[in-house]
């Protein structure tokens, strides 16, 4: 993974869409990335919507012919997506931007493994951006229904501590939160408590019936403790991709761990990035008891880049983030009738997790305790 050349931007010019994504245009990306020599062409470009589209995007596949053996056979362009609340959400929180910012000048110095990156490029006014970059279709990537092995669950974490050391506790931390919002934002304060009020009570509409007494008690506190919990969560800060799931997780042929969508980064307490990935990517059975275990390989990954954190006041922000991520188990209730079936399952999967986590790790003590 890793760019060979340049990361083409805005100077190559911003397509507004995929119509003007040519074979001319990525002649110059992929010359200016160095995927292609200097004076090689790409002959042909043929981009077709990629199925796999993400929430907040739109994804084309393009497929390229070219002069160049050495040339990428496709490359995945992305844009902003094209539904009006949609956009106006990943507007609000400036995802676009985070996501190109990061490509570029973060990704390059941080202990994290990406997709090379041929373009990443915004409009000074954010009303446009776009991103090429590498098709990761022949890595292996885990089974978002079933969850998380054990051996990938512990590759996950050792890798997000990896990412995580290179900025714990940086002196950029103040200056990155401009463009990588600190989780303790005014905007989360004030917005996240809507979130709860339309997706709690509809998530007890549908499923109270399969939650436990510290579930609801969690869920029916969660406005009130949500100031202590973003409090907690804005000590021992680091940069956080606060998206780490196993939907944006691949694995290379040597079981590195590549990821995708760093469109949420922000600054946060690291136990965020832990707790949010325990509680959206992995079953009850397979981690049998062993979330303490989890929670040791990514203290270890720490400590051998200098950051001996202190493993219980670690845990204890791990059981107060569990409690936290909650707000991604009961954030799609609200439109639960009008999703799919195989969306309800997928809802009903999440909110799920987010509650067996939440008493695994005996997060309403903890909650009890802020």
């Known amino acids: 993974m890793g760019t060979t050349g340049s990361i083409a931007g805005i100077e190559v010019g911003l397509p507004a869409g995929v119509e003007e994504v040519t074979a001319a245009w990525m002649t110059t990306v992929l010359r200016t990335s160095g995927a292609i020599g200097s004076e090689s062409v790409v002959t042909r470009l043929d981009s077709e919507p990629f199925v796999a589209g993400g929430l907040l995007s739109l994804l084309y596949r393009s497929t390229i012919t070219s002069d160049d053996a050495g040339a990428p056979a496709t490359v995945i362009v992305k844009f902003p997506t094209d539904v009006p609340q949609l956009r106006a959400m990943a507007d609000a929180v400036a995802v676009y931007g985070r996501e190109v910012a990061f490509y570029r000048d973060i990704a390059p110095r941080s202990a994290i493994s990406m997709p090379t990156v041929h373009a990443a490029m915004s409009a000074d006014d954010a009303s446009h951006s776009c991103i090429v970059m590498e098709d990761l279709a022949d890595l292996r990537q885990p089974d978002r229904v079933a969850g ?13 501590a990896a990412f995580h050391a290179g900025w ?6 103040d200056e990155l939160s401009e463009t990588f919002m600190s989780i303790g934002s005014p905007l989360n304060r004030t917005v ?20 436990s007494a510290d579930v609801l008690a969690v869920g029916d506190m969660w406005v009130d403790v949500l100031p202590k919990m973003l409090d907690q969560m ?19 042929v040597d079981d590195n761990v590549v990821m995708i969508d760093p469109q949420l980064v922000g600054v946060c307490n690291g136990a965020f990035d832990l707790a ?48 936290l991520v909650l707000m991604y188990g009961f954030a799609s209730y609200p439109d639960y009738d009008a999703l799919p079936e195989e969306g309800k399952a997928m809802t009903d999967k999440i909110l799920r997790r987010a509650a067996e986590a939440i008493e695994d790790f005996d997060s309403l003590d903890a909650l009890r305790s802020l």
């Open 148 to 160: 998380m092995t054990w051996e990938d669950a512990v590759r996950g974490a050792r890798a997000l």
């Open 234 to 252: 804005e000590l021992r800060p680091t940069l956080c991709h606060e998206d780490w799931r196993a939907d944006n997780m691949f694995f290379d």
């Open 192 to 211: 996240l408590p809507g979130v709860a009020a339309a997706g709690w009570p509809a998530a007890k509409l549908h499923r109270e019936h399969t939650l």
């Open 276 to 323: 949010y990935f325990i509680s959206q990517s992995t079953e009850r059975e397979m981690l049998a008891g062993r979330h303490g275990e989890l929670v040791a390989e990514y203290l270890a990954v720490m400590a051998e880049n200098g950051h001996d954190l202190d493993a219980d006041t670690f845990f204890f922000d791990t059981r107060v983030a569990v409690g």
């Open 168 to 173: 714990q506790g940086s002196d950029e931390l």
